[in-house]
């Protein structure tokens, strides 16, 4: 599975972006996409990840209320619209695939990485 992220920039704070990523490859092994970040000098934290069906999304509680996860299966591509920007919001956002079968796995797969930038 590769995992190809856009949508990323620079934002004034109250502002919005809209993050996309593509799915290619084995993309029947996908069992969760997400949405992580990493902030200069902090460890990588799950912004928000759904499950194959939608059946289950999860957020981190610092974006409730303000970013929403969607994914479209024919397109295979993950969405994470994100309003009302804090600076606090500023990382590096990765796309995550986690990946498996019924006797193997479950592996993650991750994208190159976008930069959100959210200045005051």
């Known amino acids: 599975v590769q995992l190809v992220e856009s949508g990323g920039g620079l934002v004034q704070a109250g502002g919005s972006l809209r993050l996309s990523c593509a799915a290619s490859?084995?993309?029947?092994?996908?069992?969760?996409l997400g949405w992580y970040r990493q902030a200069p000098g902090k460890q990588r934290e799950l912004v928000a990840n759904?499950?194959?069906?939608?059946?289950?999304?999860n957020y981190a509680d610092s974006v409730k209320g303000r970013f929403t996860i969607s994914r479209d299966n024919a397109e295979n591509t993950v969405y994470l619209q994100m309003n009302s920007l804090k600076p606090e919001d500023t990382a590096v956002y990765f796309c995550?695939?986690?990946?498996?079968?019924?006797?193997?796995?479950?592996?993650?797969?991750w994208g190159q990485g976008t930069q959100v930038t959210v200045s005051s």
């Open positions: 995550n695939a986690r990946i498996g079968g019924r006797l193997w796995g479950p592996f993650d797969r």
């Open positions: 759904i499950t194959n069906d939608g059946s289950v999304i």
């Open positions: 490859g084995t993309t029947f092994s996908i069992k969760v």
